[in-house]
Nanobody
Framework: DVQLVESGGGSVQAGGSLRLSCAAS????????MAWFRQAPGKEREGVAA??????YVADSVNGRFTISQDNAKNTLYLQMNNLKPEDTAMYYC???????????????????WGRGTQVTVS
């Protein structure tokens, strides 16, 4: 079974940084599109960033502040978040499924597997 386990969330002040991790197991990690999504209360789930085989995609709202990366040896996906803002407050989810990311990488319906999420709160 595919398993995704997020960690690294927490509470920080505006301007601070956090690094989220997503440990993956149960599938061919390095050849699938991996993504980070977030969902704030009362809002739709939105794509934050995605990557596959060195190609990265980042939402305009976090471009220049968030960086996605992966360590294939550890089967782990990361999201480095700098200069955090209160509007970044949300539950952050790791997801995978599609063999490619492409222009529709931010569509949640494309992803088959999801982690349980890690909460990020910025005040």
């Amino acid at each position: 079974d595919v398993q995704l386990v997020e960690s690294g969330g927490g509470s920080v002040q505006a301007g601070g940084s956090l690094r989220l991790s997503c440990a993956a197991s149960g599938y061919t990690y390095s050849t699938s599109c991996m993504a980070w999504f977030r969902q704030a209360p009362g809002k739709e789930r939105e794509g934050v960033a995605a990557m596959r085989v060195g190609m990265t995609y980042v939402a305009d709202s976090v471009n220049g502040r968030f960086t996605i990366s992966q360590d294939n040896a550890k089967n782990t996906l990361y999201l480095q978040m700098n200069n955090l803002k209160p509007e970044d407050t949300a539950m952050y989810y790791c997801a995978t499924g599609p063999l490619t990311c492409g222009s529709t990488w931010s569509s949640p319906s494309r992803y088959d597997y999801w982690g349980r999420g890690t909460q990020v709160t910025v005040s």
